[in-house]
């Protein structure tokens, strides 16, 4: 047997190797020939005469060979990485050759699997092969591995696709990269936003750092932009068979979230897409944007080599290509070489590629092809002339097909421009650009999710799908629970049930309703400091939302959302009434003492005004007897009855006869003090006296009081009949305060409701001292069953209170009510249901069908709606208005006896001759005078003689005490 030795291959001979299988004139050669080396020729030789080579011919080949070196030597030397797997790798070959050919290159190219130890050993391999650039086609993960790899060898990296936006480090100072960083693309996504108006939106993203860094950059756009919000930003992670996004899919079509970001890696798109299709999150209304890693390889969405049917509508960026005159001659000359008819594996990533291998050309040649280096990973050495190429680099200025390549100090090419472009016709099509100076242009047609033109809504319209876990307890009228024979939410029935069929109707949810495990609405432990009943249910998020009647409060606030109040409320304290024969002086009840007395006082105000115009009127009887005494005999009285001028005697001569001859036989017809005080004193219990004032300045003060009487006797009647029928003459508590000063009734209120939580919270002190002194109270039937036994004030919410009282006649509220609040459906913080709910009990209030439902449910209006306290009692200040009249009458009355004097003056001056109408009027005011001062002294010394008697009543019962 012949013993073979192999010897070692060098990455030159290799490179010979490659070149031996390429050229036309390797034929010479025979296999058996040995590999080449740079200072040694070994031959393979064979045993066998069959195979044994001339001299000339070896001679030939080894000729060839050494030429071929030194061709080979001439040429730089590029590195390419990447995965295996590329599903452009076909069309990047084709690149490479063109590339080789064009840029006069020798590009080795290494790819790798997931494996971080492939990604390495590939680095390490075209280390020690002598690249003088490496270049990138990866992620922005792989990317930062090979960084960290060659940057501490000062040898280039180039990235075609890494956008990450924090990949360049100082550790990794020799990372050049082609595609502009994710923050200008976060900058881009805010501006279309803008555009729709979308001031909302949802992020999905991989939980690895190119997913996170990604959008950094998009919320400090938004941030800095009021009314722009990130709803919610989701992190899923990747497992062995495929990216876990189930969960967090489930929980943006349970927030209602309509325009969704998806920021990953373009290897998982393709399945979280799909998955989002599977739960409904891909239809019409709903936005999905994706970025540039997945729109940039669109072939990463191919399902057996073809586009799904909802893609249709899909937004996304992606950087542009600027369609020179040299993309245009790249393209045709690529068309041609491969015999293809389309370019669409010419990609914006393969373009990028394709200019990186001639930048680095560029570079290299710059410089006057810098000396090969010579290292490996485990090198302590730096490659000498690193930093010069890589200072080219960033001072380099390119024309490639993609357009003018040149970078910034620190990495980062200048060329910012992205395409927003939208799936349709089973492509990407570009609708509009964005610039980092220009900023949004949109020329094209959008076509969105679901085939439709219009542009969706941020917030969702309807609940479609949606099901919904609804806190319930029972509490009429807004809900009661039904036993028997019933199941799920048919015992279920209410004001607040109706309500939420009506809203199911309109939004399409499904529902069920669930009990609170401890039967508590919601009330708070300071000593726990944790809340318990359904408002604990809605912190912990095990229910969507509680649709009754909970009474807002700021302590509720701070740990979840209330929606639109659909009904106001305030607190209101019930007390049963006592039966009215405990009070012998009912009667008096409907007056405050003051009326009484001001009532009396008008009486003798009245009285005596009506016998004082009776006395100096000259139209009454005693007046017109007094003229006649004083001026006239009876002669001239039945003279003057004959006169047909004579109008005021003259009227009364046929019941009076002789004024002065007959005084004695009408004194009883006399309207004295004493007789005006019987018959003004009549008028207190609605009768009258068959004496009346002959003078009309009299009738009309009497018309007067009893008009004033009318209205008195009217009201008192009124407010005595509902004091006896409601029979709460016996409460005797006019304000919930006054309870903390009283033993007579008990009081309390049902724990862990909103009416506690109000009255230890309230800044009077006196309400939680009510609140803590009172009964505790386990549920409204206990507290209900307390009130109706009486000697007991239950406090809590007037509605409630209300609608379960109804019937109770005897049950009466203490004072008014206080502490305000509004019924609203409790939701958790930052529910998504929120803003459609309010939406439609905004709309269902504005309507009716609120007050419909409540009518509906709350049966009768209460027939007892009386109040107890001092507004019962009726006062001066709201009885003014009938003193107010009767003191009107009084004036008028004064005016019209002053019209009666005036009036008997003319007609003195008319019947007398010689009389001057000053005299007429002295002579009538003299006898008025004459009468008044007499009968003022005797009433003086009437009540003079009254006040003695009182005094000495009084000294005696003293000196008795």
């Not at 006797?713 to 004091?723: G, I, K």
Request: some cysteine.
């Amino acid at each position: 047997m012949n013993n073979v030795r192999t010897p070692r291959k060098t990455s030159q001979l290799r490179a010979g190797e490659e070149l031996l299988e390429r050229n036309p004139y390797r034929a010479p050669c025979h296999r058996g020939v040995g590999y080449l080396g740079p200072d040694e020729l070994r031959f393979e030789r064979n045993v066998s005469n069959k195979y044994r080579i001339p001299m000339l011919r070896t001679l030939l080949c080894i000729t060839l060979l050494f030429h071929i070196s030194l061709v080979q030597t001439s040429k730089e030397k590029v590195g390419l990485l990447y995965r295996k797997g590329e599903p452009y790798e076909a069309a990047w070959r084709n690149l490479i050759s063109h590339a080789e050919e064009n840029f006069n290159l020798t590009i080795l190219t290494r790819e790798y699997g997931e494996a971080l130890l492939e990604k390495v050993e590939a680095c390490c391999q075209l280390i020690s092969e002598g690249v003088s650039v490496m270049i990138s086609s990866a992620s922005s993960l792989d990317t930062a591995v090979h960084a960290d790899v060659v940057s501490p060898l000062h040898i280039p990296l180039v990235s075609v696709s890494a956008t990450d936006p924090y990949l360049r480090t100082s550790d990794r100072d020799y990372l050049i990269r082609l595609s502009p960083p994710d923050n200008y693309q976060g900058r881009a996504i805010h501006d279309l936003m803008e555009h729709f108006s979308w001031k909302e939106i949802s992020i999905l993203a991989s939980s690895d750092s190119y997913g996170m860094n990604g959008i950094v950059e998009l919320q400090n756009s938004i941030n800095k932009h009021q009314g722009h919000t990130v709803k919610h930003t989701l992190f899923f992670e990747l497992g062995k068979d495929g990216p876990i996004v189930s969960y967090h899919l489930k929980e943006l079509k349970a927030s209602l979230a309509k325009v969704i970001l998806l920021h990953c890696g373009s290897d998982y798109v393709r399945d979280i897409l799909k998955e989002a299709h599977t739960v409904g999150l891909m239809g019409v209304g709903y936005v999905w944007i994706i970025t540039e890693a997945s729109v940039s390889q669109p072939a990463s969405l191919l399902y057996n080599g073809s586009y799904v049917s909802y893609y249709e509508g899909l937004i996304g960026l992606r950087a542009a290509v600027t369609k020179t005159d040299s993309y245009k001659k790249f393209k045709d000359s690529y068309l041609t070489s491969s015999n293809k008819t389309s370019a669409d594996d010419l990609t914006i990533y393969s373009l990028l590629m394709y200019d990186a291998f001639g930048l680095a050309s560029s570079v290299l040649k710059s410089i006057g092809s810098p000396k090969q280096p010579n290292l490996s990973c485990f090198s302590e050495n730096k490659w000498t002339q690193g930093m010069e190429v890589l200072e080219s680099f960033f001072s380099a200025e390119f024309n490639g097909v993609v357009g003018k390549i040149n970078f910034t100090s620190s990495g980062v090419s200048r060329r910012i421009v992205y395409d927003i472009v939208n799936f349709k016709d089973d492509n990407f099509q570009t609708v509009g650009s964005w610039h980092n100076s220009s900023l949004i242009n949109i020329y094209g047609k959008f076509t969105f999710l679901g085939g439709t033109h219009q542009v969706p809504s941020y917030i969702a319209n309807d609940l479609e799908g949606v099901h919904l876990k609804l806190g319930a307890l029972a509490e009429g009228p807004f809900m009661y629970e039904l036993t028997g024979n019933c199941e799920g939410n048919s015992c279920w029935i209410g004001m607040c049930d109706d309500l939420i069929q009506r809203l199911a109707e309109d939004l399409g949810f499904t529902y069920d309703y669930v009990k609170p495990p401890d039967g508590h609405w919601g009330g708070y432990n300071p000593v726990t400091k944790r809340w318990n009943g359904l408002i604990n249910e809605l912190i912990e998020e095990r229910i969507d939302m509680v649709p009754l009647p909970l009474s807002t409060s700021s302590a509720r606030k701070e740990v979840i959302d209330f929606g639109y109040p659909f009904m106001d409320a305030a607190i209101q304290a019930i007390v049963k009434a006592e039966s009215g024969t405990n009070n012998p002086w009912f009667f008096l009840s409907p007056f405050d003492k003051t009326v009484f007395a001001a009532l009396l006082m008008v009486n003798f105000i009245v009285a005596m005004l009506i016998g004082i115009m009776s006395k100096i009127s000259p139209m009454g009887i005693h007046g017109a007897r007094l003229h006649a005494m004083k001026l006239c005999t009876c002669r001239s009285c039945d003279m003057l009855r004959s006169e047909t001028g004579a109008n005021i005697l003259r009227k009364r001569s046929n019941s009076t006869g002789c004024l002065v001859d007959k005084e004695e036989d009408k004194s009883s017809q006399e309207t004295s003090l004493y007789n005006s005080i019987w018959m003004v004193g009549t008028g207190l219990v609605g009768k009258n006296t068959r004496l009346l004032p002959y003078s009309m300045s009299g009738r009309f003060l009497l018309f007067s009081w009893w008009f004033f009487m009318l209205i008195i006797m009217s009201v008192y009647t009124a407010n005595l009949t509902a004091f006896m029928t409601l029979s709460n003459l016996g409460v005797q508590i006019d304000d919930v305060q006054n309870l903390l000063g009283q033993t007579k009734y008990e009081w309390g209120v049902i724990g862990n409701r909103n009416p506690e939580t109000l009255l230890l919270t309230n800044k009077n002190k006196v309400y939680s001292q009510i609140a803590q002194n009172g009964v505790a109270l386990g549920s409204l039937e206990e507290a209900l069953e307390k009130l109706r036994n009486g000697s007991f004030v239950f406090i809590d919410e007037g509605p409630i209170l209300r609608h379960h009282l109804k019937d109770d006649c005897d049950m009466f509220p203490i004072g008014n009510e206080f502490q305000s609040f509004e019924y609203s459906f409790g939701l958790p913080k930052g529910s998504p249901y929120k803003n459609l709910v309010d939406k439609y009990l905004l709309e269902y209030r504005e309507k009716g069908l609120i007050d419909f439902y409540w009518s509906k449910w709350s049966a009768k209006k209460a027939l007892c709606d009386q109040k107890v306290g001092n507004d019962v009692v009726l006062d001066m200040k709201m009885l003014g208005g009938a003193f107010y009249i009767l003191g009107a009458g009084v004036c008028l009355s004064l005016l019209i006896v002053t019209g009666e004097i005036l009036y008997s003056t003319v007609a003195d001056y008319m019947r007398y001759p010689g009389i001057t109408f000053y005299r007429a009027l002295k002579s009538r005011l003299d006898l008025r005078r004459e009468y008044l001062i007499p009968q003022a002294s005797k009433i003086g010394g009437t009540i003079s003689r009254i006040g003695m008697n009182i005094g000495s009543v009084r000294n005696s019962l003293v000196q008795l005490s």
